[in-house]
Each structure stands twice: as structure tokens, then as C-alpha cells.
């Protein structure tokens, strides 16, 4: 793989700081993203102008990205008629975008963890944002963040971003946790529950790099053995106080509704749901920080439509349509136009989704992506997405 | 026929190939290079031989609970019940299968959770909560109750056929019920409890819904982790090494099924 370093020369950041810091060019919010392998289609050039549409649109994308509220008035305005596919899973994505999305599917709408497993596979090809106009308006970090955007190319167009909360029940908890400590407490053994995903090795390398600074984890993603053994074996001594690992948010929000766990990690989408059933629950983020998950629409290397999928990256990057999305999954926008729209839709809700978080917040927040062997400084001694996942199997037994 | 084994064997011959590859994990492809590397993990790793003999042992308790299960209601609608009551017997039986397997489980859910009916009717005739939701237990009883009427039904045929006749002789010779029932209509039954130990066993074997909905933290099945290798991890052969487990597994079962003479009794 060392041989394929020659894709590093791509953007000035990287010729700057190609030896002592590339790590820098992520953390310091530089549109750059990360800096590494050239994936298969990194030579595709974007199209410089959006033709006319082709009439459809085929989308993958998660259940509520494409409500009636904002589709009707795009197909009304572009005469181009959205199909939905909702998948299950980043998995699921992943596999239905398989070979180019086979001429199936335009544009999938992908979270941090398939991210590079659709870019290294050749699944997505790269974007033009010249033709979003939006783009411009998007936080920093999410113009290019190390997810999408690697070696200055962006393959594809922020959406919407959330953080991984700490969910509790407050009659439990009168006191609000501050730390990722209580899900590991045998105090609480039996009435836990955490996402059954093996990103969540990440959530116990963020709680070590603030508990273990000796073990040196700078990017919960980009472990080495030891860091990784170590959140392994935090994990295990995890598991004994698991009640249920949980695969669907709705899983999750009946296991707190019944009492069956009163601490978790969890979406603010669980939380706003239980609050809207009457559960009494609260989340917050724990001060250790949190990781996040950020979705970026991605445009298919065999789209048979890219006119119209160009179209709706441009529609849904809008204020409006931001905020409509934001306010109905309850996630939060990456355009900080959308802050006035969601006080005008709901007052006080720019402030609740922190779309209004300057730079900074986003350091606080570590988003997913999918862990590969190549680390942020080049050397290949990362533990890549595949053991991450064998490994979740050891620790669920 | 020639065609389906054929097709059938073709592929579970194209599995066992896909097992001896490995991926790239950089970029998930599949690499065809010969190695046993795969086996050699399920074999040494201690998760797996845990997740294998949790599933076997899992499917086995099942069904000899379905055949404890079975045999008695089998017994009293081939031989005791009138017409009428054998009819309603079998509606009441085969009526579940009209509903969803997926309902099913999930209104076990309903009853085995937290705050579910089991725990609410414990504790208001003072007991205590029982705390079985999301646990091992939960599955066995799950199962037991998804796939009781595979074995009730089979069960069923192979009484019917035991001929009054000799019970009847049985009885002149001077044999009690129990003795009769031990020296005749268990042996004549046999195979038609192996053919619905067939169903339990291997449908059991091969489930992976109900340790997902039902199942607590260490509830992993054979078929959880293939699905998380094909699905999340894209490891395809490593998927495959694994599914051969309980095709291995269901070839030993089948072939002693057979000499049980359990496919006379299908």
C-alpha cells in the first residue's frame, strides 16, 4: 500500500505538512478532509453544468430524508420524480450501492461509517460543489470533513449532522451524569443499552483517551493495537451489565419506555421521542465529549441520472429544506443559513441542535468514519474496519 | 428434480470454495488466494466455539422441550380425542401459522418485557418480578412456542398410523397403558418424532431473527454473525467458513434421521 503514497500530492495543504503535520490539515477545520490513498475514482472528473433533469431519481437513503414536504415541491420545480429506497443500515447502503449502484440508484444519502467503504470501493465518484451553490454557506468543517473529502476531493455533499448522546432515565438519575463512566459501572449492571454497531469501539476509545491519556488516543478511529485492545477489553468488561445491545432506534426507545434499561447511548432522535411519549428521560453530552454521526449525499459511479441528482443535492442544501429535514428527524443542519429558517419553523430550536456552534464545537465532537488501516499520519499500523467488526462479535459473545 | 440438486449443490459447493478466499481489508474485495485461515479462527477462537455450542445446544433443548411438548397432545387427538375435538385441536394448532413470525416474536416480547404481562401478572398476585426479558431463556421459550407445531403435526401422522389393532393385542396380553404405550406406540412413533425434530432442530439452528429481538447481550447465533460478516463487514468468506458449521452439523442430523427412518415417516 506504501506504494500509492504518490496520490498524496494533491493539495498544497498536504505538500505543506506532508511530514510533520498532516493530522493538522483534519483537526484545524481546513476544508482539505483527510489525506490519504487515492481511491479508484479520484481521476473522474465532476460535470461542470447541470443539464436538464432526466425526469427520475433514484435514492438509498435513510427513512424521513425525502418527506413529501420538500419532494413534492422539488419534483414540481425540476420534473424530476424521486424514488425512495430507505435502508436499514450504513451495511445495507453499502451492499445496494455495490458495483456503482449497478444503474440502480443516483445518490445515496451515507453516514460516516460506510463513507470510505463507498469511496474505496469505487462505489461513488467525486462532486462538484461549484454547482451548489449552498455550499458556501456550510459550516467549515462540513465543506470538507475527513469523511468525504480526502486528498481535496470531495465525494459528495454534507447533509445533516447529530451527536451520539448519553441517554438517561431521570427518575434514575436525579442527579444528570457527566461521564461515559456510568455505562461501564457495574452499579448499573442490567439496565444498560448501546448501539449494536462496531463503531461503538470508537465511543470507548474517546472514554479511554480522556480516562487513559497514557494510552494516547488522539482519533477514536485511528487506533493502534494497543489502544485497540485496550477499548476491546473495556468493552467486554462492558458486556456482563448489557441488557440489550440495540440494532433500531425504535428498539432502543421500547426498552426505556418499559423500563428494561435506564442509561444508554443514544440519537437526540430517541430522546425526542420519548419526550413526546411522556417518558421521562433527558440526554446530554458527557465531558468527555461525544462521537457524531454526519451524513453526506454521494452520487453513484454508474448514476444514470445525474442531472436530477444534482438538482436535489442543490434543493436539499437550502435553508429551507435544511431546516424542514433537521426539525422533522430532529438531527441538525451543516448550512448555518438554516439557523433562521428553524427559529421561524420552531423558536429556540437553531440553539437546541447547536446549529448555530461555532468552529470550535466541532472538535468536541468526533464523527464517524470508517476506521482503515492507513492512520491520519500516513504509517499503516491502524486496526482496519474488518477486525473491527470480529472483534464486536468477541465482545457481544 | 436433477435440476434443483443440481442447483442446490452447485452452490453450497461454490460456499464451501468461497470459504478457503479472504478479503483485502483495505478494500474489501475478495482475494482468491488458498488459505485455511478462516477455519483455523473458528476453530481456535474461543467466541466461536461458544457462539456454535450455544446455537446447537439451543436448537437441541428446543426440541426435545417440543417433543415433551408434543407427544401428549399429539397422542390425545390421533387416539382419544372424538372427531369434533380433533378438528378444533388442529385448528387450534395450525392457526398461529397464519399470523406472522415476526408478530409472534414480537408479542413475546410484549409479555416477557420489563413492564410485560408476565412481570405485571406476577406481581399482582405478589410474587416477584421475573427479570427474563432479553436473556437466553427468553429465546428457549420463544422458540419453543415458534416452532411447536412442526412437531405437534408430525407426531400426529405417525400416531394415526399406529393401528388400533395393537393396542387392542396389547392389551389381551395383559399390558397396562403405560406399558403399551412404552413398547408400541413409542417405537411406531419414533420416526415421526424425528421428522419433527428435523423441523425444530434445524429451524432453530438457522435463526437469527429471534436472537436479534429477543436475545440479550451474549445471544449470538451462528446466523447473527454470518449476517454481520456478508452485511457490516463485508467478509464474505469468512461468512462462508462459518455456514458450513451447521451445514456439517444438519448432514450428521439428516443422516441419522434417516436410519431412525424418519423421512418414511414424512
Redesign the interface.
Known amino acids: ?1 506504501a506504494s500509492t503514497h504518490a496520490g498524496w500530492v494533491r493539495t498544497g495543504c498536504l505538500v505543506a505538512t506532508a511530514v510533520l503535520a498532516v493530522t493538522a490539515c483534519g483537526s484545524s477545520n481546513t476544508p482539505s478532509g483527510s489525506t490519504l ?1 487515492q481511491p479508484p475514482t479520484a481521476k473522474t472528473a465532476p460535470q461542470t453544468t447541470i443539464g436538464a433533469g432526466e425526469g427520475q431519481l433514484n435514492l438509498v437513503l435513510w427513512d424521513g430524508y425525502a418527506d413529501k414536504s420538500w419532494v413534492d415541491p422539488f419534483t414540481a420545480a425540476t420534473g424530476c420524480k424521486v424514488n425512495q429506497h430507505p435502508a436499514g ?1 450504513s ?2 447502503m ?2 445496494l450501492m455495490k458495483d456503482g449502484g449497478g444503474g440502480n440508484w443516483d445518490m445515496v444519502s451515507a453516514s460516516g461509517d460506510a463513507d470510505l ?1 463507498l469511496i ?2 469505487g462505489d461513488v465518484k467525486p462532486m462538484n460543489t461549484a454547482l451548489i451553490p449552498d455550499w458556501t454557506n456550510f459550516q467549515t468543517y462540513f465543506q470538507g470533513p475527513p469523511y468525504n473529502t480526502i486528498n481535496g476531493v470531495h465525494y459528495g455533499i454534507s447533509l445533516q449532522w447529530g451527536p451520539n448522546t448519553l441517554l438517561y432515565n431521570t427518575k434514575k438519575f436525579v442527579n444528570p451524569p457527566t461521564s461515559w463512566s456510568v455505562i461501564y459501572d457495574p452499579a448499573n449492571k ?1 439496565l444498560i443499552t448501546v448501539p449494536d454497531n ?1 463503531i461503538q469501539i470508537a465511543d470507548a476509545a474517546l472514554y479511554l483517551s480522556a480516562t487513559k491519556p497514557s494510552l494516547g488516543i488522539k482519533d477514536p478511529y485511528e487506533l493502534n493495537q494497543t489502544q485497540f485492545n485496550a477499548a476491546v477489553a473495556l468493552l467486554k468488561s462492558q ?2 451489565l ?4 440495540w ?1 433500531l432506534a425504535t428498539d432502543e426507545i ?1 426498552l426505556f419506555q ?3 434499561v435506564t442509561v444508554g447511548a443514544a440519537w437526540p432522535y430517541q430522546t425526542i421521542q420519548l419526550k413526546l411519549a411522556g417518558a421521562p428521560v433527558a440526554d446530554t453530552i458527557p465531558s468527555e465529549g461525544a462521537t457524531g454521526w454526519a451524513d453526506t449525499w454521494m452520487l453513484a459511479t454508474k448514476a444514470t441520472h445525474p442531472n436530477c441528482a444534482y438538482l436535489w443535492t442543490k434543493w436539499v442544501s437550502t435553508p429551507k429544506v435544511q431546516a424542514m429535514q433537521a426539525l422533522s428527524f430532529g438531527e441538525t443542519p451543516v448550512n448555518t443559513k438554516a439557523c433562521a429558517e428553524m427559529e421561524a419553523l420552531q423558536p429556540g430550536s437553531c440553539a437546541q441542535y447547536h446549529a448555530d456552534a461555532p468552529g470550535s464545537y466541532f472538535n468536541t465532537i468526533k464523527f464517524w468514519k470508517t476506521p ?3 492512520c491520519g499520519d500516513g504509517s499503516n499500523t491502524c486496526i ?4 473491527w ?2 472483534a ?3 465482545i ?2 | 428434480m436433477a435440476w434443483f440438486v443440481l442447483i442446490y449443490l452447485a452452490s453450497l459447493v461454490l460456499l464451501l470454495i468461497t470459504a478457503f478466499w479472504s478479503i483485502d481489508p483495505f478494500t474489501t474485495q475478495i482475494v482468491q488466494v488458498w488459505n485455511i485461515d478462516n477455519f483455523r479462527i473458528i476453530l481456535t477462537d474461543p467466541t466461536y466455539r461458544t457462539i456454535v455450542g450455544r446455537t446447537a445446544g439451543l436448537a437441541a433443548l428446543v426440541t426435545i422441550t417440543d417433543v415433551v411438548l408434543a407427544f401428549p397432545l399429539a397422542y390425545y387427538m390421533a387416539k382419544v380425542a372424538s372427531r369434533r375435538v380433533q378438528s378444533l385441536l388442529f385448528a387450534a394448532v395450525l392457526l398461529p401459522l397464519w399470523a406472522s413470525y415476526l408478530a409472534r416474536v414480537y408479542a413475546w416480547i410484549l409479555i416477557l418485557n420489563h413492564s410485560g404481562v408476565l412481570n405485571w401478572s406476577l406481581q399482582s398476585i405478589g410474587l416477584p418480578a421475573a427479570n427474563i426479558g432479553y436473556t437466553n431463556t427468553a429465546m428457549w421459550l420463544v422458540f419453543s412456542y415458534i416452532w411447536l407445531p412442526f412437531m405437534i403435526i408430525p407426531t400426529y401422522a405417525a400416531l394415526e398410523r399406529v393401528p388400533d389393532s395393537l393396542l387392542e393385542a396389547a392389551a389381551d396380553l395383559g399390558a397396562r397403558r403405560w406399558r403399551s404405550t412404552l413398547d408400541v406406540v413409542l417405537p411406531l412413533a419414533l420416526p415421526g418424532v424425528v421428522a419433527g425434530s428435523i423441523f425444530t432442530f434445524s429451524l432453530t439452528l438457522g435463526d437469527y431473527i429471534t436472537p436479534i429481538l429477543v436475545g440479550g447481550a451474549g445471544s449470538q447465533f451462528i446466523g447473527n454473525v454470518v449476517y454481520s460478516n456478508v452485511g457490516i463487514a463485508n467478509n464474505v468468506p469468512f461468512a462462508a467458513a462459518l455456514a458450513t458449521v451447521p451445514v456439517l452439523i444438519m448432514a450428521v442430523y439428516l443422516l441419522t434421521a434417516q436410519r431412525l427412518g424418519a423421512f418414511e415417516a414424512l
Request: aromatic share 10%; glycine share 8%.
Open positions: 500500500m490513498l443500515s451495511d445495507e453499502v451492499s467503504r474505496y470501493s442490567g462496531p458486556q456482563p448489557i441488557k440489550k445491545y440494532a421500547s418499559n423500563g428494561d482503515i488501516a492507513q482496519p474496519y474488518d477486525q467488526v470480529s464486536w462479535t468477541t457481544k459473545g
